[in-house]
Structure formats: C-alpha cells, structure tokens
C-alpha cells in the first residue's frame, strides 16, 4: 500500500485503473490507521486481524482480512450486488473503461459506488467523517386508542412471562469504541437462564456512573444502530428513499455471518425482555417472517415497486398469453439458471386457473432470496430467549411497536404522566412544546 491509492494492492492494471478510482478509494493504510474511508465502511483494522474479525472505530465496522486489500474491494462490491458477481469477475479482467462502466451502468447500486469511491478527496487530502445514519421513518398512521389499549394489555401479558430479578444483575462493561466486539461476547456467552431471569446492568469502561435505566437505554441505542446499520454488509435498505431495513440477500457469505445474525436475533430478544427499544425499523415483510406468517401482494410494494407492478397485472389479467411457468431465471456468480417455484416447475404453464399460487410463490421467491440462512439464524438466536409463542398474538405492526415502538413521541402521554420538582413550569412546557413543533 502505498500513501493513500490502490496502488500496489494487485488491483493496478485490472480495469479500475483509469476509471478515476485509483489514488482515492482507499486513504491511510489497511494493516494500521484508519482501514478504509470513502466508500461507506471507515474502520480500525488491526495487524493481523483474522476473517471474522470486527473493527470498531467511529460507529463503524468492517468484516473482513485485513492483509488483503484486493480482496476487501472485491468483498464490498460483493456486499452491495452478489446476484451480479459475475459482473465483478469481468471487472477483475477488463482493461477497457468504456466497457467497465457500460457494465456498471447496468446496475445503479454498483454505479452509485464506483461514484462515491470517484467523489472520495484526492491523494493526500483528509476524508471527511462518515455521514451520520438517516433519521428512522414516520410511521404511515399512528395508532387509535384502542390499537393502544390493546397492544398495551398485550405488551403487559408478554411482559409477565419474564421474571427479572431486581436484586441479580448481568453486568455488562462495554468499551465505547468496541460496542459490537464487547456486546457480542457478552451476550452470546451468558446463559439463556441468566439473560432471562436478571436486570441488565451496564457499564461503560472509563466512565463513572450508576446505571438506573438511563445507561441501559444508551446501550441498546448504540449497539442497535451499529448492528443493524446498513453500511456494515448484514442488512440493507429495503427500497431506495426508503430508512426501513432488510436482511441483505447473500450476506450469508460474509465471514461468520450466521453468528452476527444469531447475535442480532439475541440482541431483539434481550431488548425484550429487558423492556428495551431498538433504533432500527424493519421493513413490514421481515416481521412476517420472523412469525412466520404468509406474505401479502402489499409487503412488496414499497421494497420493489416494478416487481408489484407486475404481480398486480398478473392478478387483474389473463397471464396465458405471456406464457409463464411455474419457474424463474435468475443471475447467481454470473450465470443464468433457471429455478423451479414448485416440483417440476418449467413444465407447468402458469393459467387463469392457477394464477394465486403464481403469484404467492414468486412474492415468497423475491422476499426470502438468498437470506433464507440469515433469516434461520437470527430466528434461532432470538427464540433462544423468547420464544415465538410468545410473540404469536401480536401481528406484524405490533411487532414493530414491541421492538422499536414507534418514533412519533407523543407529548400529551409525556406531560400527563411526567413528575417533576424544582424546575420551573414554563421551561418544561417550553421543551414538550418545541419538541411537538419538530415533529410537526
């Protein structure tokens, strides 16, 4: 590595060169400094660090072998579009640019970051910080009262199921620049009887502090907005414009990615059962499979809105005449293979008749492609404390409220039920308004 190019990493003279990404897509050094910055991933990496191996710094994480950074670019654009990595095989041995970035230009999420590595500051310049993670979405409708008092009587029946101890804690010291690396071998070590049975304790290492809720609601707050970040390759944006998250298809191949996402199961579980909320909103689909319930046409609308469009011509019309089967191609590592919905699926034509089953089978098809691990994972990890019996009188909305609630705070609820002495009234009422003005 020389400076702050990809010069001499073995990527010189692959096709990159001369698409204006050499000197600036990677800064400082990969074994020491300050990893990789301006492409989304800015992070420590360690010498020597193994495959697996997570690297905090600045809210960041890398996965990734630190001692090869050809294969680190490689990886991310993996990350981004591994459908397509046949066309990252081409990138790897064309030398032409033009035809580079025609096949780039094929797939905008990969010719969004061969932008962003081209937008990065030049050799010898400082990268700028990392942007801060969009604010979570609005929720499409708040609830009525009586979508509360039901959920609440719910949300307290779940809650009784757990009995906390109030005089056994867990205590859990965590560095602030290690929160992934701490959290993920304190709680994937406990016991499911200790996560369960005792009140969360945390401990930021280097800080004075008695924790009375306060810490333990930081806690979940960092760790969540690390975790499920989309920029760290586990999960990803479900639509474009869209702060909702998913599972991102063919993370699976990521090193150690079954455990990072039986962690974050275990992670959604413990925030259960500890009464916690986490900074992360899931796309509607993912709560449906989390409780295994059937999907609907609607779940794919605002994750892909051409694929909806289609299913919807398919229902509102005669599908005979676009001669479909009960079968799809798809692109996996560059080649064009042909899977079957069902046995034998290449030979059944898709008619008026059987048309339902079409379309229930290619929705489960697109929303479970190459996450079906991932999603078994992160299942296993979260019923390991709660199990979904548990969960199975909440549908996907109320899911959504017992996880993370909703991020509409509403201020009436605040001031009727706040107590507050030796503070003078028009500064609270001040604060409750300004925060209501901001919301509106």
């Known amino acids: 590595i020389q400076g702050t190019g990809i010069q001499g990493t073995g990527i010189q003279g692959t096709g990159i060169q001369g698409t204006g990404i050499q000197g600036t897509g990677i800064q400082e050094t990969s074994t020491q400094g300050t990893g990789i910055q301006g492409i989304g991933i800015q992070g420590t990496a360690t010498q020597g660090s193994s495959l697996g191996d997570v690297i905090d710094c600045a809210g960041a994480m890398v996965l990734f072998n630190s001692e ?244 919807l011509y398919i229902q509102d019309n005669d599908p005979e005449p676009l001669q479909l089967t009960f079968s799809i191609e798809e692109e996996v590592f560059g080649d064009i293979i042909e899977t079957d919905l069902r046995k034998n699926g290449s030979k059944i034509a898709v008619t008026q008749g059987n048309k339902s089953e079409y379309i229930k089978l290619l929705l489960e098809w697109r929303l479970t492609k190459g996450v079906k691990s991932q999603m078994e994972a992160l299942v296993t990890g979260l019923t390991e404390l709660v199990p979904l019996r548990f969960l199975s009188k909440f549908d996907a909305q109320e899911v959504e409220w017992v996880i993370a609630g909703t991020p509409e705070i509403n201020v009436d609820d605040w001031r009727k039920h706040t107590e507050y002495t030796g503070v003078c009234d028009r500064n609270i009422q001040c604060t409750l308004r300004r925060v209501q003005g901001t919301q509106r």
């Not at 004075?208 to 975790?227: A, I």
């Not at 998250?245 to 579980?269: M, N, T």
Request: hydrophobic share 35%; glycine share 4%.
């Open 68 to 311: 090869n950074i050809h294969r680190t670019v490689l990886n991310q654009f993996h990350r981004i579009s591994a459908e397509h990595y046949g066309w990252i095989r081409d990138i790897q041995t064309t030398n032409n640019a033009e035809q580079l970035q025609t096949r780039l230009n094929r797939d905008s999420q990969l010719a969004d970051f061969v932008r962003t590595i081209m937008q990065a500051p030049a050799a010898g310049s400082q990268a700028p910080p990392p942007s801060p993670p969009p604010p979570p979405p609005l929720p499409q409708q708040r609830p009525t009262h009586h979508q509360e008092t039901q959920f609440e009587a719910k949300l307290q029946e779940l809650q009784q199921q757990f009995c906390i101890s109030q005089y056994n804690n867990t205590d859990i010291r965590i560095r602030r620049d290690q929160v992934l690396a701490n959290s993920f071998r304190v709680l994937m070590r406990h016991t499911t009887h200790t996560l369960t049975t005792q009140k969360c304790k945390v401990q930021w290492v280097g800080e004075e502090g008695m924790d009375c809720g306060g810490l333990t609601r930081e806690f979940f707050f960092k760790l969540s907005r690390q975790l499920f970040n989309p920029h760290y390759g586990l999960f990803q944006y479900s639509a474009h414009g869209s702060y909702t998250v998913e599972i991102r298809p063919f993370s699976s191949q990521i090193d150690d990615a079954l455990q990072w996402f039986k962690f974050a199961g275990r992670v959604i579980a413990y925030a259960i059962v500890q009464g916690q909320l986490l900074d992360v909103f899931f796309a509607r689909h993912f709560y449906k499979a989390l409780l295994n319930k059937p999907f609907a046409l609607s779940d794919i609308e605002a994750v892909d809105i051409s694929f909806y469009n289609s299913l």
